[in-house]
């Protein structure tokens, strides 16, 4: 599925391939919080990033590396140093990989079978997390990744 993505004030769109497109995964660690916002989590899809294409005419996309446990991470967090919007985030670990934000993608969605919550173990008090079918929960990471769910449940595109 093609993706298009863009940041709020415009200054930054892109496309990219995903095979993964359900947002279905839900994450509640400090650093997707607060770089990323929306209800106490951040919401990370999958893509090709041989397929990337970003416009940016203003020179407006940026990048920072979250310090982690007090290291700084190899990931690449990347956004528009214009209006704060979070657009994906580059890992050179798997350099194949980009990971839109759920939020900054403007291509209509499916909707997902089940939420999957993780990072539980650094949620605010103050964040309500949904219970009962249909919401799964993690105090850190699910052993499937975002492509082994979607092939799980069928959705894999290929």
């Given at each position: 599925m093609?993706?298009?993505g ?7 769109s892109f ?12 994450c509640?660690c400090s ?24 416009h940016d005419d203003t ?10 446990d ?6 690449e967090r990347?956004f528009c140093?214009?209006?704060?919007t979070s657009l ?12 839109p934000?759920?939020?900054a ?13 993780i990072?539980?173990e650094?949620?605010?008090s103050w ?5 009962g ?10 052993e499937l ?6 092939k799980?449940h069928?959705l894999?595109?290929?």
């Amino acid at each position: 599925m093609k993706l298009q993505g863009s940041c709020q004030c415009g200054a930054v769109s892109f496309s990219l391939e995903s095979r993964t497109p359900y947002p279905y995964m839900r994450c509640y660690c400090s650093v997707c919080r607060k770089t990323d916002g929306g209800g106490g989590y951040a919401i990370n899809l999958m893509g090709e990033a041989a397929s990337l294409d970003v416009h940016d005419d203003t020179g407006a996309k940026r990048s920072f590396r979250a310090v982690i446990d007090g290291q700084e991470s190899v990931a690449e967090r990347h956004f528009c140093s214009r209006c704060g919007t979070s657009l994906w985030l580059w890992d050179p670990r798997w350099p194949e990989l980009i990971h839109p934000l759920a939020s900054a993608i403007d291509t209509p969605l499916p909707r997902p079978p089940e939420t999957v919550h993780i990072m539980l173990e650094y949620k605010p008090s103050w964040v309500e997390v949904p219970e009962g079918p249909g919401h799964i929960h993690f105090q850190r990471y699910p052993e499937l990744s975002i492509e082994d769910w979607h092939k799980s449940h069928g959705l894999f595109e290929t």
